[in-house]
């Protein structure tokens, strides 16, 4: 993955990441998801929604994408919104998480749901293209 954006602006660059149909969040390594949460005014949840989660304004979903290949492509903020921490809170959980046990990001349906994906055994290489 050539970077993690948010805001409008590249948090993160060159990022080692898998692309996983059966992954529903995106998760990456704690370091560098806190990175992304603190550029995008995120709070860390760990101990109240759960390790590794981050939580958000529920009216102001950050603007979030990831790049590969040289193009951005947006996590749409209906995806990127997990939903309220609880009835009646103003906080939302981010669908990046960290984990301490990931040397790398797992890009999952968080950010698949956005885009058409192509899997090319034969060259073992992964494309992306903007939904129509």
Known sequence: MDAVNGGGQSVLSN????????TTLVVGDTESVAQLYEAIGGQD?????????YTFPCNDVPSVS???GGKSFPISSSTFNLGQVSS??????????????ESFW????V??????TVFDLA???VGFADLA
Do not use: H, Q
């Open 88 to 101: 009646g809170s103003s906080d939302c959980v981010g669908g990046i998480v960290g984990s301490s046990g």
């Open 123 to 125: 060259k073992n290489r």
């Open 111 to 116: 950010f698949l749901a956005n885009v058409y």
């Open 66 to 68: 990831l790049t590969f």
């Open 106 to 109: 797992i890009v999952g349906d």
């Open 15 to 22: 990022v080692d990441s898998i692309v996983d149909t059966g």
């Open 45 to 53: 949840a760990s101990n109240t929604v759960g390790e590794g989660y």
